[in-house]
């Protein structure tokens, strides 16, 4: 898998504390805008870390200037060890091994010490600015048994995931609300009876026009239960995209940062849209179709695919974190047509390959349909939902300083 190949090439020790931090999202099954707000408070301590020793760009929330020598990559794992132990604190052992075998395996020089304290009390102050965002808050779900309505899904009719997430005090966003889609097609309309059909015939798990290699994607691009989940993949993509085009650690933390901003306002917004629309999934339609359409048709036995997600449809969750990675990361280099391959958690030893960052989104949109768990319009609302907040992040995050401001000659 991606993960292990970068532990093994990897070029600086973020490799291998991004990797723990995959490891902990796998093992906790962690829902995927949980986890993308836990790594962003990982990736953005690190990022504020770094850039106390470097004075770059704008800190995120915290800034100070060492009075001697600092180890870089020991501020690195000071922030990384400090965060991941806070909100893992099942994975303890984990972070643990790493930051025995990290003070091992370095020499105890003052900069080295300087680094660790430098990392913790950046570590700490993201821990704090974050212990009251409203992630922890519950709020009421109300249902509703209206046409187009969502509702618990088979075959285990789970309550519905996280409705309060949408309320979660965003990184860079104003609310979760400030780019908030026009919300999903009418019942009655021909967009909606297009998107209708779709679904219902490449996404049907028996289904005949579904080719294998778009199963083969539905499958690669699940990211479920036991997976590191959509902001995950992108950890992932991020790196290796990092270590393709030789980015230096600074950069590379900045980068990461960016990324997960982009990713843990992606997951705000879009939960905020879901359970703003509250939009039946496909199966349930297809099970009920008293939406006045007169171009769809029901079908009672229909299955998806894949398991549908215990959430509202609209919009589709990782089409958004897509959108807001793919537009950081191409913002970044200044391309779209970035070459990569990727692999899944989900079908090991399978590997896909790609020739720009558009293809990938394209693909990983589509892979909902033929997994028969979104509607199109869910999916490119999403997206474009994403893009949104990929270029306010990339603005307005952790913006490079010129080198008056930073001291560097």
């Known amino acids: 898998m991606l993960g292990l190949f970068l532990s093994v090439c990897r070029a600086d020790s973020l490799d291998d504390w991004a990797g723990v931090y995959l490891l902990a999202l796998r093992a906790e099954n962690v829902a995927p805008p949980l986890g993308a ?46 965060t991941g132990v806070a909100l893992f604190p099942s994975r303890r052992a984990d972070f643990e091994a790493l930051w025995e075998r990290t003070r091992t395996n370095s020499p105890a020089t003052p900069a080295r010490e300087a680094g660790f304290q430098l990392g913790f009390a950046s570590a700490d102050a993201l821990l704090e600015s974050r212990a009251a965002d409203g992630s922890n808050t519950q709020v009421p779900y109300i249902p509703s048994d209206k046409p187009g309505a969502w509702r618990r899904t088979p075959p285990f009719y789970r309550l519905p995931d996280l409705p309060h997430w949408g309320l979660v005090r965003p990184f860079a966003l104003t609310n979760g609300a400030q780019f908030r889609p026009p919300g999903p097609p009418a019942l009655t309309s021909e967009r909606y009876a297009r998107d209708y059909i779709l679904t219902k015939s490449l996404g049907a798990k028996a289904s005949t026009t579904r080719t294998a290699d778009q199963t083969e994607a539905a499958r690669f691009w699940s990211d479920f239960t036991g997976t590191v989940t959509p902001p995950g993949h992108w950890t992932q993509i991020t790196l290796a995209l990092s270590k393709s085009n030789h980015l230096a650690l600074e950069d590379k933390t900045r980068l990461l940062a960016l990324v997960h901003v982009a990713l843990a306002d992606a997951g705000i917004a879009c939960w905020d849209a879901k359970y703003a629309f509250n939009f039946w999934r496909p199966i349930t339609a297809a099970a009920r179709v008293d939406d006045g359409n007169p171009k769809t048709e029901p079908d009672p036995a229909w299955e998806s695919m894949l398991p549908t997600p215990s959430f509202p449809e609209y919009v589709s969750g990782h089409s958004t974190f897509t959108g807001a990675g793919a537009e950081v990361l191409r913002r970044w280099f200044g391309r779209d047509d970035l070459g990569f391959t990727v692999t899944s958690d989900t079908v090991p030893g399978v590997i896909r390959s790609y020739s720009s960052l558009t293809a990938l989104a394209t693909e990983i949109g589509m892979s909902r349909i033929w997994g028969g768990i979104h509607f199109r319009s869910a999916d490119e609302d999403g997206q474009e939902l994403g893009r949104r907040i990929g270029a306010w992040v990339f603005d307005r995050s952790l913006r490079l300083r010129d080198r008056a401001q930073s001291g560097k000659p």
């Open 37 to 82: 707000r836990n790594t962003a408070i990982f990736t953005l301590a690190v990022a504020d870390a770094v850039n106390s020793i470097t004075h770059r760009w704008q800190p995120f929330l915290f800034s100070t200037n060492p009075p001697g020598p600092v180890d870089l990559e020991a501020a690195v794992a000071g922030a990384s060890y400090r």
